[in-house]
């Protein structure tokens, strides 16, 4: 089983649209979590950290299940700049630094 | 923000030559510094951590002495691919850490032919 699993997509959704991913992870010591955002042939950049309580950043939400261990992310009235790959992101274990990724899930936002 | 660099941005290069690849914090120091390598279509995945003043660790799997990490000073670690082979072409990223954040540079793309 992976470390970090997510729906590779793509999802391909209109403008305007909400759209949310979910991410599982395997090792429930985990501590940290993010969501990162990846354009084509870019790095990622971090898009918001995942706290036990939620949190929100404008149109996006992320919510954390630790007893399900799975993490979510909604994106509400999606632009055609949401387009790119999101990744989930979780701690290594026994290294708070070290990161581990899901191989990610593609968004199409199309007009 | 933080910024992190990588140069190069992209190299092409022959079978069995070594390429170096350098990875700068602009504007801050990082004691730790993270090497990550992602094949198309694939997740990113951590190959070493460089340390500042000490050796690198590196993941299971991932060869020290094909992959050669240098961390001379707070602001700047280089990863070296020796001999490298067409296997080795992929998008290499670094990042490095403030607080519970890493900021990562903006790859460099190897294509050995």
């Known amino acids: 089983r992976k470390e970090v699993e997510q729906d590779p997509g793509p999802f391909n959704v209109p403008e305007g649209a909400t759209v949310a991913f979910n991410c599982t992870y395997s090792n429930s010591a985990s501590q940290s979590f993010f969501w990162y955002r990846q354009d084509c042939r870019k790095e990622p950049k971090l898009l918001m950290s995942v706290y036990s309580s939620g949190n929100e950043d404008g149109r996006f939400t992320a919510q954390l299940n630790r007893a399900s261990q799975y993490i979510s992310l909604l994106i509400r009235d999606s632009k055609l700049s949401d387009s790119a790959t999101y990744l989930c992101?979780?701690?290594?274990?026994?290294?708070?630094?070290?990161?581990?990724f899901g191989t990610g899930t593609r968004l199409q936002v199309f007009p | 923000g933080a910024v992190v660099s990588q140069h190069p941005s992209w190299v092409i290069c022959k079978s069995g030559t070594s390429v170096k690849i350098e990875c700068r914090s602009l504007d801050f120091q990082a004691t730790t510094m993270f090497w990550y390598r992602q094949f198309p279509k694939q997740s990113l995945m951590l190959m070493a951590t460089?340390?500042?003043?000490?050796?690198?660790?590196?993941e299971q799997g991932v060869e020290k002495d094909k992959f050669l990490i240098n961390h001379a000073s707070l602001t700047l670690s280089t990863l070296t691919v020796t001999s490298a082979h067409p296997e080795d072409s992929s998008f290499y990223i670094c990042?490095?850490?403030?607080?519970?954040?890493?900021?990562f540079g903006p790859g460099t793309r190897l294509t050995v032919l």
């Open positions: 992101v979780v701690n290594g274990v026994g290294s708070f630094d070290k990161l581990i």
């Open positions: 460089s340390n500042e003043g000490s050796k690198a660790t590196y």
């Open positions: 990042s490095a850490q403030i607080s519970d954040t890493q900021y």
